[in-house]
């Protein structure tokens, strides 16, 4: 039976416009992917399970809204599903109580974010030492410090992307971002690239 000339046209505006989206975020799905997995071929395979699975779904998403974000989502949602119970990852953190008065008053203050954190500052620091500390962090943790200030999501949709309280990715970026600056530090204290806090003089 030949095929419908309609419902490949369709095909084909559809397999393209998802490319457009899509293929610009590769290097960023792929860079997480390996900071979530701590192993290539496992970031391979679960970048690539994610575009399959977003191509299959792409009907779904909604053309007003956020395609970084929504195929993050993904990349998220399948790594928790498959990815991390294959590697028998540590149990996750609970779920942590914020105060409304808190999350408003950070919410007014989003987009100033600690500036130290940023991806252009990342590049002024050392790789390894970074790997090693990030790699340090507790999943839930390390999830959203690199969505923050590697991948510049807001907290909105860092919480649309984790599935979890507005509140909860607050303060998981806050107490994330401190353990990675505690881990930088040893690093800089024991490479010599900093002294060790002197105690003052009795």
């Known amino acids: ?21 899509a293929f610009v975020h590769m290097d960023s799905l792929y860079n997480t992917a390996l900071r979530m997995t701590r192993n290539e071929l496992d970031a391979e395979d679960l970048v690539q399970d994610v575009y399959v699975r977003a191509y299959r779904f792409f009907h779904k998403f909604r053309r007003d809204t956020n395609f970084k974000a929504w195929i993050f989502k993904i990349l998220t949602n399948t790594y928790i599903n498959q990815y991390r119970k294959k590697q028998n990852q540590p149990r996750q953190v609970d779920l942590e109580k914020v105060q409304n ?13 600690i500036e130290g954190f940023r991806e252009k500052n990342y590049d002024s620091l050392f790789d390894d030492d970074i790997r090693a500390a990030l790699e340090q962090l507790p999943d839930e943790f390390r999830l959203v410090v690199l969505l923050a200030d590697v991948e510049a999501f807001s907290y909105k949709e860092i919480a649309k992307v984790v599935g979890c309280p507005l509140g909860t990715v607050m303060s998981r970026l806050s107490r994330g971002r401190k353990q990675l600056q505690n881990h930088l530090k040893e690093y800089a204290v024991r490479g010599g690239f900093t002294d060790k806090e002197r105690k003052p003089k009795l």
């Open 1 to 21: 039976m030949p095929e419908n000339p309609i419902e490949n046209e369709d095909s084909i505006h559809k397999k393209k416009e998802f490319q457009e989206l």
């Open 101 to 113: 008065t808190y999350v408003e008053r950070s919410l007014d203050k989003e987009n100033d974010v």
